[in-house]
Nanobody, 124 residues
């Protein structure tokens, strides 16, 4: 079992930055890859970014590449999503998730545990 708790969401203006955190507990944090997803009202959950267990590999959706950075601190059992130059289209509930697969997938169905989500709202 893995428990995940996201934090750091909020209401910001376009162009601002936010850093989301995902605190994990349960199984050894460095044994799994982590991903961030988001879901806007009326839309499907979409992949944002993912990072391997060691932090040496990362993948980003084209829509956030160059603006968002995923990272992890295995000593603190925490993953982060630094979001810069936010746009109104980034407005969504953001979820972190865990996968035990070796590769870093984009498909949400390949993730095993999920947090409860944190709301990010970007005003124009």
């Amino acid at each position: 079992q893995v428990q995940l708790v996201e934090s750091g969401g909020g209401l910001v203006q376009a162009g601002d930055s936010l850093r989301l955190s995902c605190a994990a507990s349960g199984r050894t944090f460095s044994s799994y890859a982590m991903g961030w997803f988001r879901q806007a009202p009326g839309k499907e959950r979409e992949f944002v970014a993912a990072i391997g267990w060691s932090g040496s590999s990362a993948d980003y959706a084209d829509s956030v590449k160059g603006r968002f950075t995923i990272s992890r601190d295995n000593a603190k059992n925490t993953a982060y999503l630094q979001m810069n130059r936010l746009k109104p289209v980034d407005t969504a509930v953001y979820y972190c998730a865990v996968t035990f697969r070796i590769r870093v997938p984009r498909d949400p169905y390949e993730y095993d545990y999920w947090g409860q989500g944190t709301q990010v709202t970007v005003s124009s």
